[in-house]
Nanobody, 133 residues
Framework: QVQLVESGGASVQAGGSLRLSCAAS????????MAWFRQAPGKEREAVAYIYTRTGTTYYADSVKGRFTISHDTAKNSIYLQMDTLKPEDTATYYCAGDKFARAASFFVGGRVTPEKCEIGYWGQGTQVTVSS
């Protein structure tokens, strides 16, 4: 049974930082696409960042580019989201997500991960991030 368990959500002031963690069990994260999504109240879920765990290539939504960093630790079978310079509009529930399949590097054009190439099939339960002004 696949489980993705997020942690690290908290309430912080604008300009602060948080680091979210996602620990996987029953799921091998060594060569696949994983991502962080978020959903604010009354809004649709949106993609924040993707990583192809085998090579470490990443993709970011424009709204977080330069402020958020997604990373992966094979030994801990986990991914992370470092969030810096947080803004009130970053307030949301953040979800860890994983591809349905393992992926070879040749699957990605030029080895670069892109959202349309990731077939998300597994979700965590979410962790709340609240940023106050």
């Amino acid at each position: 049974q696949v489980q993705l368990v997020e942690s690290g959500g908290a309430s912080v002031q604008a300009g602060g930082s948080l680091r979210l963690s996602c620990a996987a069990s029953g799921y091998t994260t060594s060569s696949t696409c994983m991502a962080w999504f978020r959903q604010a109240p009354g809004k649709e879920r949106e993609a924040v960042a993707y990583i192809y765990t085998r090579t470490g290539t990443t993709y970011y939504a424009d709204s977080v580019k330069g402020r958020f960093t997604i990373s992966h630790d094979t030994a801990k079978n986990s991914i992370y989201l470092q969030m810096d310079t947080l803004k009130p509009e970053d307030t949301a529930t953040y979800y860890c997500a994983g591809d349905k399949f393992a992926r070879a590097a040749s699957f990605f054009v030029g080895g670069r991960v892109t959202p349309e190439k990731c077939e998300i099939g597994y979700w965590g339960q979410g962790t709340q991030v609240t940023v106050s002004s």
